[in-house]
């Protein structure tokens, strides 16, 4: 019996508080005193063909780098990172038919529908394959606070070398849009969790 291995991702959109004692800290030091958040939304994700057009040439460059010059030099070194994750305030516009029944994002998405703010990933980690469970890799961001306040409808991760703090850069790997917008005020953080799912 033939056996595929498929893909499935989470996005999770948390607002925080902030707290005067972060004023000096780092993503990474912030995200790791954080604790219950104001609102929490959890969605499935839609993973998008030009992400995952760089995230297969990324594992093929890690597994024939070290013998790329000896078979020829035919690759090129090709990377996920730099990572941006990023928050919008769009609506659906789009008619395509959903691929899965709850999330209007589709594979075919290039950008949020409207972006309004990025943050370069602040950490990352992952969970081993076992014999009754599929290894995950997940990413956070912390998305900082906005100039006015905002309603977040959707969310998403930019990959690749053209992926910069400016809105729009990279290449879509996923795309979200919230069952239910998450507000964030003036006076908070946001945080955004992609995890992506690998098994049979």
Partial sequence: MDEQAGLSGEIV????????????????????????????????NILCVNGLTVLVAALVWSGVEDQNAN????????FLAP?????????VTNTTTPI????????????????????VVSAGGSTAATGSNNPTVTWLFLIPAPVSNISITEAGIFVG???TSTLGTGQLLDHAILSAPVAQTTAQLATLSVSITIGN
Avoid: C, Y
Avoid at 71 to 78: A, E, L, N, V
Avoid at 83 to 91: E, P, S
Avoid at 100 to 119: F, H
């Fill in 71 to 78: 078979i020829g030099s035919p690759f090129s070194p090709t």
């Fill in 100 to 119: 899965n029944g709850s999330n209007p994002a589709v594979q075919a998405d290039t950008t949020l529908i409207s972006e309004v703010a990025r943050a």
């Fill in 13 to 44: 959109i948390s607002t925080h508080t902030i707290q005067p004692e972060w004023k000096d800290l780092s993503d990474a030091e912030i995200l790791g005193r954080l604790e219950a958040p104001d609102e929490v939304s959890v969605d499935h």
């Fill in 83 to 91: 990572m941006w994750g990023a928050v919008g305030i769009g609506t």
């Fill in 161 to 163: 070398g053209t992926a």
